[in-house]
């Protein structure tokens, strides 16, 4: 069985990967019936000795995932995260012509895992995210009342790190990202799910940046998005991820 994860960054106590959309980072309450997880792939990168995740990607979220490959290092990137010493950058593909700039700052309730939770009343949270507009589009297809339509290319930069926290921000601003089933729009879903076969989320973490945790030294771990993302991005003439991703 190949691995889907591919070595971003390894040290002996850090094991940094690239996560392709569709694969789950670990077993979910959600998702009691899949048997491929990035963690067991992470694991055998690390010669079948335990990695412990110090963040999360969802599911259709591609990008850099993180492992610590002791426990004390994955106590100290805890802290770290709580803290919020630690940078992370995504590149989303979002509906409309967004601000040039901004400021996302809306609190979000709590989304439990466990379905069995859903009834009960969940803490709101503060929750920051910010944005910039890198480059827009707009094509000649109707697909709502216009007769074109218009997206941006962002950059996302979360201050915290609430569930499903830049989905719903972006949401919230009327610029949802495309191929978000939960909160994005179904028209514009179904357009791009058939014209290049496949309706991904277009959301890609493609940067973290932090103080090692053992060193201290700076640390900058990126990744250029994966082809099912670079593919739609083909619609951005002029736009090089490269530039993106060395900044």
């Known amino acids: 069985m190949s691995n889907p994860l591919t070595v971003l960054y390894r040290d002996e106590h850090l094991l ?11 077993r979910s309450p959600i998702d009691k019936h899949e048997t491929e997880f990035a963690l067991q792939y992470a694991r055998a990168m690390n010669g079948g000795e335990h990695v412990y995740p110090v963040h999360r990607l969802d599911r259709p979220t591609s990008g850099v995932l993180l492992f610590a490959r002791d426990p004390e290092t994955a106590r100290t990137l805890g802290l770290a995260m709580m803290a919020g010493a630690v940078s992370k ?22 989304e439990p895992e466990d379905r069995r939770l859903k009834g ?4 709101v949270r503060e ?28 950059e996302l930069k979360p201050e915290t790190g609430r569930k ?25 879903n179904r357009y791009f799910a058939e014209r ?3 309706g991904r989320l277009m959301l890609a973490a493609t940067r973290m ?7 201290g030294k700076p640390l900058t771990i990126s990744a250029a998005p994966e082809a ?11 736009f090089d991820v490269r530039d993106h991703s060395e900044k």
Not at 16 to 26: I, S, T
Not at 120 to 123: A, G, N, R, W
Not at 128 to 152: D, F, G, K, N, Q
């Open 164 to 188: 499903h926290q830049l989905r719903r921000h972006m949401k919230h601003i009327n610029h949802p990202i495309i191929g978000d089933a939960n909160h994005g729009r179904g028209r514009h």
């Open 120 to 123: 009960q009343e969940q803490p």
């Open 196 to 198: 290049f076969g496949q």
């Open 16 to 26: 940094a990967v690239h996560k392709p959309a569709g694969l789950l980072v670990h």
């Open 89 to 110: 950058t995504y590149l989303a593909m979002v509906r409309g012509w967004a601000p040039e700039q901004g400021v996302v700052d809306h609190p979000l309730r709590d």
């Open 127 to 154: 929750a920051l995210t910010r944005y910039r507009r890198l480059a827009t589009t707009e094509l000649p297809v109707a697909i709502e009342r216009s007769p074109t339509s218009r997206y941006s290319l962002v």
């Open 228 to 238: 099912s993302f670079l593919e739609v991005l083909s619609l951005f003439p002029g």
């Open 209 to 215: 940046a932090f103080q090692h945790p053992v060193s």
